[in-house]
C-alpha cells in the first residue's frame, strides 16, 4: 500500500504563493527578471538563500556571547570594581507573591492596608516586602555590565569592519555611484560577509531580547530589531547592497559609543561616561538625524528614479527606513533629555532603564515623599547609610 500524496491543491497552492512572493515586479525595476541576476561572466550576484546561514549563525553569536561574558565581560568588570550587590530578599508570602504575580507589582495604598490585613503582616512590611521583591527581579549591575560589554565589542569591531568594506569605495564619496548599473551590481566578498555577520547579530539580539535587561523602550527596541532584519534581508534580496553597506556603518558609528559609556557608568567612573556620553550625543544627532535622512534617504527615495519608475520594493524599502527614522528621532528626545540632567549637573543615566531600586533607593524615595524614615518611622537625622 502506497503513502497518500495529500491533497492535491497542496503543491500547487505552495507554488502559486511562492510565485507571487517573488514576483520580479515586487523586487526589481520594470524590464528586469531574476534571470538577469544570475551569476555569469566572473560576476556574482545576492541570492535570497545566503541568508538561510545566518540563522545557525546566530545561535553561533549566542554561544560566543556566552563565553564572552563569562570569560572577558566578568574578570573585567573585576577588574573595574564593578561588583554584584548584595540584595535582601522578601519572606516567602504567599498572599503577597500572588498579588505582585497576578494584580500589581506596585501596589497602591488601599490595597497595600488590603494586603496588610490578609498576610497578617503589618503596613510597613508589606510595602518591604514588596520593595524587595521588585528588587529580585531587577537586572544586577553585573548582568547590564556584562550585556554592555558585549555589545560594544561587536559594534566596535562591526563598525571598524563596515567602514575597511566602504572606505575605498567610490559610492562612499560620491552617493550616485549607490545606484549605477543598478540591479546589474557584482556582490563583493567583503559585502558577503558583512551583510551575514550584521543579519546574523540581530537576530541573535531579537532572540536574547526576552532574557536580556528589560528597558523602558522594550517593545522599540523589538520594532527596531524586526524592521533592521528586514531591511537588511529586503537589500539583500533585491541587490541594495551599496545602500545596505552605507546605512549599517552609520548605525554602527555611535553604538559602541553608548555602549562603553554605559560601562564606565556601572563601573562608576562618572566622569568618563559623561564625556563619553558627550561624544556619543553629538554623533548620534549627526548620523541619525542629520546624515541618515539628508544624505542617505535623500539618495534611497530621489536618485533611484532617475533611473527606473519606482516600484513595490522602493516603496517597501523607504517606508522601512521611516520606521527606523521615527524610532531615531524618539531615542534622540530620550538622549536631549538626559543631556539636560548632565548640564544642569545630574548624573547622566539610561533614560531607557528603570532606575536601580535597592532598599537604600526606595527609602530615599519615602525620604523625598514623607521626610526622613527609620524602619518605616521618621527620624530627625538620616546622615547615615541604611541597610534595613
Known amino acids: 500500500m502506497g503513502i497518500s500524496p495529500g491533497p492535491p491543491w497542496e503543491p500547487s497552492m505552495f507554488q502559486t504563493l511562492y510565485s507571487y512572493f517573488w514576483w520580479e515586479r515586487l523586487w526589481l525595476p520594470a524590464n528586469l527578471t531574476w534571470a ?76 497595600v492596608e488590603m494586603l496588610s490585613k490578609k498576610s497578617g503582616c503589618t503596613v510597613r512590611q508589606v510595602e518591604r516586602w514588596f ?4 528588587n529580585q527581579d531587577r537586572p544586577s549591575l553585573l548582568k547590564k555590565f556584562r550585556e554592555a560589554s558585549w555589545r560594544f565589542t561587536f559594534y566596535l569591531i562591526a563598525f571598524i569592519a563596515g567602514m575597511a568594506v566602504i572606505v575605498d569605495k567610490p559610492w562612499f564619496y ?81 553604538d559602541y559609543l553608548l555602549e562603553s559609556a554605559k560601562m564606565f557608568n556601572y563601573a562608576g567612573w562618572r566622569n568618563t561616561c559623561n564625556n563619553i556620553f558627550i561624544v556619543f550625543a553629538a554623533v548620534f544627532i549627526i548620523t541619525r538625524l542629520v546624515i541618515l535622512p539628508f544624505w542617505i534617504m535623500h539618495c534611497t527615495v530621489f536618485y533611484p528614479l532617475d533611473l527606473y519608475p519606482a516600484f513595490f520594493g522602493y516603496y517597501f524599502f523607504n517606508f522601512m527606513m521611516v520606521v527606523l ?39 530615599e524615595e519615602e525620604v523625598a515623599k514623607n521626610g526622613p524614615l527609620s524602619n518605616g518611622h521618621p527620624v530627625l537625622n538620616n546622615n547615615h547609610r541604611k541597610t534595613d
Open 131 to 134: 520593595r524587595r521583591r521588585r
Open 174 to 254: 560620491d552617493l550616485r555611484e549607490v545606484w549605477k548599473g543598478y540591479p546589474i551590481q557584482s556582490m563583493l566578498p567583503s559585502q558577503y560577509w558583512y551583510y551575514m555577520i550584521e543579519l546574523s547579530f540581530y537576530w541573535s539580539l531579537l532572540f536574547s531580547i526576552a532574557s536580556d535587561v528589560k528597558r523602558k523602550d522594550f517593545k522599540e527596541q523589538i520594532i527596531h530589531h524586526v524592521a533592521t532584519i528586514i531591511l537588511i534581508s529586503f537589500s539583500w534580496f533585491a541587490n541594495y547592497i551599496r545602500a545596505g553597506t552605507l546605512i549599517m556603518a552609520l548605525h554602527d558609528s555611535s
Open 36 to 111: 538577469d541576476l544570475e551569476d555569469r561572466d566572473g560576476r556574482v550576484y545576492a541570492k535570497a538563500s545566503d541568508l538561510y546561514i545566518t540563522l545557525p549563525l546566530a545561535f553561533l553569536f549566542l554561544v560566543v556571547r556566552h563565553l564572552f561574558e563569562t570569560y572577558v565581560a566578568t574578570p573585567l568588570a573585576g577588574l573595574l570594581n564593578v561588583k554584584e550587590k548584595v540584595r535582601l530578599k522578601a519572606t516567602p508570602n504567599a498572599v503577597l507573591e500572588k498579588f505582585y504575580a497576578a494584580t500589581s507589582k506596585h501596589p497602591k495604598q488601599a490595597d
Open 325 to 363: 527614522q521615527s524610532l531615531h528621532i524618539f531615542w534622540a528626545y530620550l538622549i536631549i533629555r538626559m543631556a539636560q540632567k548632565f548640564i544642569t549637573g545630574k548624573v547622566v543615566e539610561d533614560e531607557r532603564s528603570d532606575r536601580e531600586e535597592t532598599d537604600n533607593s526606595e527609602e
